[in-house]
């Protein structure tokens, strides 16, 4: 088995034993929401954001339990999905979604989400978002898809995300992750999406190996240590954290386009989520923004913080 050291470089903590990591790693829909719910809960004690942290926990059960009975998503053909990969294009298209695909994904989510703890203002979202028409749905959806969420209707959209993240991950999840490439820094294989952070893996036979988190779809794909999530440079690499936290989770910060993604030390720590430990470190965020560092991920949980 070919074994390869990364070196350290300017992060003391980056010294990893890899033995041929997978390329990619496809979502297991039916254990993804059901953990992050279970991690978005255990954040939320004695935390500044608690009461969000633990609607975003049953959200994610939400996310979990409508996949019970849904529809088989329909899946691009085979010859589409060829004709990607010979491009270097991801075989599921965010681009170019009908939302017939996704609807009853969306329905469910709307009305299991009705019996949620939630805010008055999280509340008439959700009313909004259910006396909607399907024109305006799928206008949602188009926009979420786009990342383009208008900020004056962003707790509508935050349950339009969610679904579509169910949507996207069952349909990774039908993929061959063998037959995936890579597509470009910063984008997932599978769906194009960005990272919503990096983790480094505790995995056996990948121990050390870094993969980023697909904000959509939640597929992870491996990627070099050290070296810029976003644009691919490998010049003018730092990393950040808050003094005095336990230093399982850093922001790798990319002087040549100015961006910064979070690296979870998971190998450290495996109850890190790529997801829910983002949004329960945004105390990092302001940290590095006041250096002038602009958010390069995504993640639709954090937006308007
Ligand atoms: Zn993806
Ligand atoms: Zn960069």
Known sequence: M????????????????????????????????????????ALAAGHDLGPYLRFLAALADVQHRIQEGLAEPEMPDAAARERARSFGMPPLDRGNLALDRAAETLDRLVVAASEIKKTVAATDALDRLKQATPAKRAG?????????????????????????QVHFARLAARLDARALVPVGDGACPACGSPPTSSIIVGWQGAHGARFCACSLCGTLWNYVRIKCTLCGSTKGIGYQEIDGGPGTVKAETCDSCGCYVKVLHQHKDPGLDPV????????????????????????????GY
């Open 2 to 41: 070919p074994r390869q050291i990364i070196s350290a470089g300017s992060d003391p903590t980056a010294i990893g034993e890899v033995s041929a990591p997978p390329f990619a790693r496809l979502p297991e829909p039916m254990l993804l929401f059901c953990r992050r719910a279970e991690r978005w809960n």
């Open 140 to 164: 949602m959806v188009r926009n979420v898809l786009a990342d383009a969420i208008p900020m004056e209707a962003l707790a509508e959209h935050i349950y339009v995300a969610a679904a579509l």
């Open 276 to 303: 829910a430990d983002d949004v329960a470190t945004l105390g990092l965020d302001i940290l590095v923004r006041e250096g002038g560092y602009r958010r390069g991920s995504f993640n639709p949980f954090l937006i």
